[in-house]
């Protein structure tokens, strides 16, 4: 796949970064809440939310670099990877969700499965928008500290031939509080 380097826009705000995550994310979401349905009919329900679990991460990371945080292109190797991991944890978190209701009540209607399913999609998915916020599809920190990595130290008493590092506002955040911090 492409990197996404060249055509890097502005990334968008806390705010409304997480408005796009939701229209991107929730839309997938739901749509795949309907289709794990569907497709637990015919194969076991782990099974059925592993595959649409693959194919949703795919394309919600996509939507996710081109939309949601301002990438300006493609998804690369490493956002898909990294994605996965988050998409990985928040499928555990629906297995376990749907195991519970199992073990609670013995024969669930549709319509608890769905409220559980999107109820537990609903708090990976708070988790999930934070990693990739913070560590995906972040921009700045890393370019930053490799430019100050990559600048050498002065020396007393000599003239520093290479001009001082420029670091960018949106490579101070870290942590829960870059959340809201409007990038």
Do not use: D, K
Not at 77 to 91: D, K, L, N, P
Not at 125 to 146: E, Y
Request: one cysteine or more.
């Amino acid at each position: 796949m492409e990197t996404a380097h060249g055509r890097q826009q502005a990334a968008p705000g806390a705010f409304a970064a997480f408005a796009r995550f939701v229209l991107c994310g929730g839309g997938v979401g739901l749509a795949s809440s309907f289709a794990v349905a569907a497709l637990s009919s015919w194969l076991p329900w782990a099974l059925a939310n592993a595959v649409i679990t693959v194919a949703s991460t795919l394309l919600a990371t996509e939507l996710h670099a081109r939309f949601t945080f301002g990438a300006g292109g493609r998804a690369t190797w490493r956002q898909h990877v990294q994605s996965a991991g988050s998409a990985t944890a928040a499928y555990a978190v629906t297995c376990v969700a749907m195991v519970v209701l199992q073990l609670l009540v013995a024969a669930p209607g549709a319509v608890l499965e769905q409220v559980v399913y999107l109820s537990a999609s609903a708090l990976a998915g708070l988790a999930r928008f934070a990693v990739l916020r913070l560590v995906v599809f972040a921009r700045g920190r890393s370019q930053a500290a490799a430019t100050v990595r990559a600048t050498p130290p002065a020396v007393a008493g000599t003239v520093r031939a290479t001009p001082p590092v420029a670091v960018s506002h949106a490579a101070v955040p870290a942590g829960p509080a870059a959340l809201c911090h409007a990038a």
